[in-house]
């Protein structure tokens, strides 16, 4: 069985996961952001500390009782969250409060299209944790992402986002489609190329109202996420227009609008969450923290019609992902600092993927019983643990850019005019460049 490869994504959401011992979890629907009072930093009138730590989306430490089980290994040491509803808001306050030196958190969350801006121009004002964290217990691309160019380690890798393949084998056995998650990998293993192939034999003989995949703008992620260079290149220039992983995905993309293989649905939008529970998709391109969003939102009519394979092709892809950091203005940095090693640390890694589903980017918590063996009883009981570990192992180091998210952004949605609007690919790309261009300087 083909299944050997995988992000923030910016959205966060729980998933029920079991495995061989114990396990099972809600399924949960949080996303957040958050700041500090430079106020709850200080100790109180018996020499305790309180810890703020400020995030966005559903870091999973609350649903897993990490912060509980700390206070009872450190008595003197409360750890109070912060969190708000999304990461778009989130980061601008996040940048204010570093410029101002004022109102931040004792441990902050970065997602990763932010993280190399921050590493780039802010790094000055974080801890280096180099010396306090092995580095080396994560996947070797995830810890560049957080080390400047003289070395520093400005964050502590949370989770990631290894891409796979979710699909309906209802609706893929209606269509005279392979249904095994082995067949279905064999399938798409020559790439996205393959995946479009899959689609049109889809739309072939698909069940009335239903469509191949949810959004071609998914599947450029999907696409460009695989590529170790993607929007800019080594030296920061931004290279978005000659990137062969962008243009192969944008191509991918205007084939995909014209051939009305999606239903052509912004992710995360009402229209979306509308048709997974109609149950009007038939595959939607899953890093580890998407398979929670589909069982939320497809609800118990779909259970065990979802399954999870491979992402096309051979080259592993990561879509989504965060860090958590010290700023250096801290009243207590070097208890912060002992907090982000014991929250990234493999056991306790391990207990938010049992509690929520988000995957681990510590290597050692993949040998650990609740990563190894959790399955997903919603997803036909398919061995996400295997699968997600598998790609993790095997991701490329990708380029990052100070604006990857705003380029990502802003080319999703001219895709997503060519499939709404029908609006033509040469028009698109030249809106999208126009505005990119005009947002990065």
């Known amino acids: 069985m ?46 305790k500390i309180t810890l703020t730590v ?40 996040l940048l204010q409060q570093l410029n101002t030196g004022s109102g931040l958190g004792d441990v902050v969350g970065v997602e990763v299209a932010r993280v190399k801006e ?22 070797d691309w995830k810890a560049k992402q957080a080390t400047a160019a003289d070395g520093k380690v400005i964050g502590a890798g949370t989770d990631i986002g290894p891409m796979s393949l979710c699909y309906r084998r209802d609706l893929f056995e209606k269509a005279g489609l392979p249904t095994d998650r082995e067949e279905v990998a064999k399938a798409v293993a020559g790439g996205w190329e393959d995946y479009i192939k899959l689609g049109e034999q ?5 069940a009335s109202g239903t469509y191949f995949m949810d959004s071609a703008s998914a599947m450029f992620n999907g696409v460009v996420s695989s590529s170790e260079q993607q ?11 000659d990137s062969p992983g962008v243009k192969q995905g944008w ?56 399954d999870i394979t491979s992402a096309p092709g051979e080259t592993a892809a990561n879509w989504g992902g965060s860090f958590l950091t010290v700023p250096e203005s801290g009243d207590h940095t070097k208890e912060a600092t002992e907090l982000v090693k014991w ?19 510590n290597q050692g918590a993949y040998e650990l019983p609740e990563v190894k063996n959790a399955t997903l009883p919603y997803f036909n009981d398919a061995p996400v643990g295997q699968i997600y570990a598998d790609e993790a192992k095997t991701i490329p180091v990708a380029v990052l850019g100070a604006k990857d998210g705003v380029i990502k952004d802003t080319i999703s949605t001219q895709i997503n005019n060519m499939e709404q609007r029908g609006t033509k690919p040469d028009e698109a790309w030249e809106a999208a460049t126009e505005t990119i261009d005009k947002a990065i300087g």
């Open 2 to 47: 083909r299944i050997t490869r995988t992000g923030g994504g910016r959205s966060r959401r729980a998933a029920v996961l079991t495995t061989t011992s114990v396990l099972t979890a809600s399924a949960l629907l949080l996303t957040a952001c958050g700041g500090s009072d430079s106020d709850s930093d200080a100790k109180d009138s018996d020499g």
């Open 343 to 361: 929250l990234t640390a493999p056991e306790q890694q391990a207990a938010v993927f049992k509690a929520v589903g988000i995957f681990p980017s």
């Open 231 to 241: 929007y800019y290149d080594t030296d920061g220039n931004a290279i978005y227009k």
């Open 202 to 206: 889809y739309k072939a003989k698909a």
């Open 54 to 93: 400020a995030d966005y989306g559903q870091f999973g430490y609350k649903e897993a009782g990490l912060f509980e089980k700390y206070h009872e290994l450190h008595p003197n040491i409360t750890v109070k969250e912060e969190t708000t509803a999304n990461e778009q808001d989130y980061y601008p306050k």
């Open 118 to 139: 921050v590493v780039d121009t802010q790094a000055a004002k974080f801890v280096d944790l180099k010396d306090s964290i092995d580095v080396s217990q994560w996947v």
């Open 251 to 306: 191509d991918l993309a205007a084939e995909v609008a014209s051939k009305k293989l999606s239903q052509g649905l912004p992710q995360f939008q009402d229209s979306w969450e509308a048709a997974l529970r109609k149950g009007s998709v038939a595959t939607v391109v899953c890093p580890a923290w998407m398979a929670a969003q589909i069982e939320t939102y497809s609800g118990d009519d779909y259970k065990g019609k979802w």
